[in-house]
Nanobody, 122 residues
Framework: QVQLVESGGGLVQAGESLKLSCAAS????????MGWFRQAPGKQRELFAR???????DYDDSVKGRFTISRDHAKNTVYLQMNSLKPEDTAVYYC????????????????WGQGTQVTVSS
């Protein structure tokens, strides 16, 4: 019914930039919050950037000032611009959306993308 597809991951050197995208498709009625999580080897998945339907954003201190989350409502897409990347940013990055379906317009649920690997070498 709903798919979230991430793209833009890869291997970069420390100090470089990457931009991730996550497009939601399917029988979507409305999307509220969208967010980016990441999971490093041996660690739990953690939320580090979030954007509401009105454009308000929130960041974890570990990425504040380096990463920027944005969204395109018309395309049901959320972006993550990552600058000044560090080796500790290496992880699998997942997008997440809190949305409702055409079949149940006022029931919201979380949906996940499949993840994209970001590796930052020193």
């Amino acid at each position: 019914q709903v798919q979230l597809v991430e793209s833009g991951g890869g291997l970069v050197q420390a100090g470089e930039s990457l931009k991730l995208s996550c497009a939601a498709s399917g029988s979507i009625f409305s999307i509220r919050d969208m967010g980016w999580f990441r999971q490093a080897p041996g660690k739990q998945r953690e939320l580090f950037a979030r954007i509401t339907s009105t454009g308000s954003t929130d960041y974890d201190d570990s990425v504040k000032g380096r990463f920027t989350i944005s969204r395109d409502h018309a395309k049901n897409t959320v972006y993550l611009q990552m600058n000044s990347l560090k080796p500790e940013d290496t992880a699998v990055y997942y997008c997440n959306a809190y949305l409702s379906l055409l079949s149940s317009r006022y029931q919201y649920h979380y949906y996940w993308g499949q993840g994209t690997q970001v590796t930052v070498s020193s």
